[in-house]
Structures are given as C-alpha cells and as structure tokens.
C-alpha cells in the first residue's frame, strides 16, 4: 500500500494522559498536513510541514498540540494533558508541492480516532 | 479567512436520479476547489477538483461546475448507483497558501434501490 499511513487507528485514553499520532505519508511527497475532524463536521486545519519545516499552524492547535517531522519524512502529533473536548478524528494528509500556481492534491490518510474519558 | 458553506446536508435520491450539492465560498482569492468523499470509518478520497481558470470540469458521471463571480460551485452526480453513498465534502483553498483547505460541513447522500 503507497497511501497515506495512520497509526494508531483508535487510541483510547483517560484525561490528562498524553498521547502520540503518526503520520507516514506518500514517500514522494514533501507537504504534510494535519486536521481535525469531529462528528458531523468537515476537517479543519492544524498545521502543515514542507519537508522538515513546519510552516503553517492553526489557532486550534493549542499549546498542548506539538507536531514534528523530523525528518522531512514520517510525523507525529502530540497531544499532552488530554482532555475530553479532544476527542475527534485526526487525519493526516500529503501532497506533492505545486508548481507555479498549481495545488497539489492532497490525498489523506484513514484518521487516528482519539476518544478521551 | 475563508468560510465555506454547504448545501443540503443531506440529500435521498432514487438509484440512477441525479444528485445536486453546493457550496458557496467568500474569500474572492480562493483558487482551487476540490470535492472529496467520505465512507464511515474512512478517510475523504478525492473525487475530482476545479481550478479558478476554468468553469465546469466532468469525469465520467460527475461534474463540478465553478461560478467566480458567485462565488459558488457545485457537485453533479448523475445515474447514481447505491456505491454513491457517503459524505461528500467541498472545500476551498488558495494556491501559494499551502494548500490549507477550508471545507464545508458535508452533505450525507443516500441513493435509494
């Protein structure tokens, strides 16, 4: 499989537990994203890396969200001192930087469900 | 910054009646306009996308179609079949941005044997 690559797919937690995503995306793509997406919503943006270079992030993502990619490769999202309101689907997605005016497709992955108790 | 609205949220069609979804945007920058699906337990799959420079695009039995001036566009699925349903989501983004994608809150399309 080349597609994008979630892990865990489920994380169950109790609150104030601190938790771990990571994200391999398509091996030739040097965007990655992460969003949000809770029930009945569409996704929203965190934050996007170019290679290692985090460029981008939301006022969603609070300072108990860190996001790295180290690497230019794989990425993970941290999540410390969990609390409930941070029970959502996060998805993770990557694309290949557009030339000129051009947008890359983002293609993205199955989502890491987070459930805090 | 860019909001996008979307419309209806949801929508019951007969198997091979056409389905209709739109989205309206409201930052005039906004470039590229990508439509994605969405089964239960699954990320959102691509279905097919429109660029500022063109007003209508089709592949097979759907189509995008793209008003700048309204700043609206729309999803058009013809001859749906019950493999149809799922959540479709429209979304909006300006090139040279990242990429960010701003999208709408989703449309629930159930096609009906």
């Known amino acids: 499989d080349t597609g994008v690559s979630q892990d865990p797919r489920h994380k169950i937690t109790k609150r104030g537990q601190n938790v771990t995503f990571r994200c391999d995306p398509i091996?030739?793509?040097?965007?990655l994203y992460w969003y949000r997406q809770t029930l009945g919503q569409g996704p929203e943006f965190l934050t996007y890396f170019q290679n290692e270079a985090q460029l981008e992030k939301s006022r969603l993502l609070s300072d108990r969200f860190s996001a790295e990619r180290p690497k230019g490769s794989f990425s993970t999202l941290e999540i410390q001192r969990t609390e409930q309101g941070d029970s959502a689907m996060y998805l993770c997605?990557?694309?290949?930087?557009?030339?000129?005016?051009?947008?890359?497709?983002?293609?993205f992955g199955e989502g890491s469900r987070l459930t805090v108790l | 910054g860019e909001n996008v609205e979307q419309h209806p949220s949801t929508l019951s069609v007969q198997e091979g009646d056409s389905a209709v979804i739109k989205c309206t945007y409201s930052d005039s920058a906004s470039n590229y306009f990508p439509w994605y699906k969405q089964e239960l337990g699954k990320g959102p799959q691509l279905i097919i996308d429109i660029r500022s420079n063109v007003g209508e695009k089709k592949d097979q039995r759907i189509a995008v179609t793209l008003n700048k001036t309204a700043k609206h566009f729309s999803l058009h699925i013809t001859e749906t079949q019950p493999e149809d349903s799922a959540v479709y989501f429209c979304?909006?983004?300006?090139?040279?941005?990242?990429?960010?994608?701003?999208f709408g809150t989703g449309t629930q399309l159930k096609v009906e044997l």
């Open positions: 997605a990557s694309s290949a930087a557009g030339t000129g005016e051009v947008t890359g497709e983002l293609f």
């Open positions: 979304a909006a983004s300006i090139s040279g941005g990242g990429n960010k994608l701003t």
């Open positions: 091996s030739e793509h040097n965007r």
